[in-house]
């Protein structure tokens, strides 16, 4: 099973946000020195606590400060954005990697980025789609371009000029296009199925519970049969919130004090889902009351915390329960104790995965 990194970000709102910024960087180049296969990096816009406003803006300063872990949009919101414009980052941003970027693609789940682009009461899914369509064309079609769609117009029919490239879109590094993945939420989710039929790999979000991550890897079977294809567990992708530490008081300090940092994290998107999708997958039974979904119910439930031997226990544990997979991607968190985070990501790339491997 291979490691890889996973970050929306989320910070407390009020952090000063250039040592935030600085923090994330300074994990995804400790992700590479510490033999990280990928990392995964997220977007949003009207949000205080996610902070990375453009993740290929973000990949983009890590281009030169990396060498061989694979980077990746985790996602990008294209229900938010312009696909051409989108297309051309993209493209840039893969060439600037050489191919070491992985394409992530959402139809963006914020409710207030959803109003800010005036698309919170439309079919948000069929604009994502019609956005991706159009930059796959981009990226394989010759100009000039001719496309037209319910939502964009794309053409260069009146400009195109050949002999000065007038017209044409730069294309990515990576032939046709970078892989794409998608993000899984939902139990069942037929989303997973219909990327699937595309020759998309899913990640599985690491805020639900395992009950709704198990349903994930069958809908992508599921998928991958209508296409004529057969699914491989090392495709998928689990993204799990991990804390690792060296003794039981750390573990206690940084997981279980009032107002710690997964706490935090998991009532922020809770509160958000609340808006959107409701609760229910938060909790390990549906029909838990509300009331009972709080901060150290959710920690208790997502996250993963303990010494290494206690840690790679449930984690196989995790997995023995959900069904094999290729890639669990360590989820980042807030670094207000950034010597006890950085820790942890030590001592889950030098001492938690190698064991879990053995073992495996």
């Not at 946000?17 to 994990?27: F, G, M, S």
């Not at 090392?234 to 009032?258: L, M």
């Not at 030098?350 to 879990?356: D, F, G, N, S």
Request: a negative charge.
């Amino acid at each position: 099973m291979k490691l890889g990194y996973f970050t929306m970000p989320l910070h407390p709102v009020g952090r000063d946000w250039r040592q935030t910024l600085e923090e994330d960087r300074e994990a995804i180049l400790l992700a590479e020195e510490l033999g990280f296969e990928e990392a995964f990096i997220g977007e949003h816009v009207t949000d205080l606590a996610e902070t990375i406003t453009n993740c290929l803006i973000f990949i983009a300063t890590l281009a030169r400060d990396t060498k061989r872990i694979k980077l990746g949009s985790g996602t990008v919101n294209l229900s938010n954005r312009h696909p051409a414009a989108t297309a051309a980052e993209i493209a840039m941003v893969d060439t600037m990697l050489e191919g070491r970027f992985i394409l992530g693609v959402g139809p963006g789940g914020l409710p207030s980025d959803a109003e800010m682009f005036q698309t919170m009461d439309e079919d948000r899914n069929a604009i994502f789609v019609e956005a991706i369509e159009h930059m796959i064309a981009l990226w394989t079609q010759d100009p000039p371009y001719r496309r037209r769609g319910k939502r964009w117009t794309l053409t260069t029919e009146r400009t195109f000029d050949a002999d000065i490239g007038m017209g044409a879109m730069l294309r990515p590094f990576q032939k046709p296009y970078p892989p794409i993945v998608v993000t899984a939420i939902l139990p069942n989710s037929n989303g997973i199925a219909a990327a699937a039929e595309r020759g998309w790999t899913p990640i599985s979000a690491n805020f639900v519970h395992p009950w709704v991550i198990k349903t994930h890897y069958p809908k992508y079977a599921e998928g991958c049969a209508r296409a004529g294809g057969e699914a491989r567990p090392d495709d998928w992708r689990v993204a799990k919130s991990i804390f690792v530490a060296d003794d039981d008081a750390t573990v206690r300090r940084v997981t279980r004090s009032p107002g710690n940092i997964f706490g935090d994290y998991f009532r922020n998107l809770q509160r958000k889902a609340q808006r959107t999708r409701g609760n229910a997958f938060f909790k390990h039974d549906p029909s838990l009351p509300d009331s009972a979904v709080t901060a150290e119910y959710m920690s208790s439930e997502l996250l993963i915390a303990g010494t290494v031997n206690e840690v790679v226990d449930k984690l196989l544990a995790f997995r023995e329960f959900i069904g094999p997979f290729g890639t669990l991607l360590y989820c980042g968190h807030d670094w207000s104790d950034a010597r006890a985070m950085r820790r942890s990501m030590e001592l889950m790339a030098e001492e938690v995965m190698p064991r879990l491997n053995r073992m495996l």
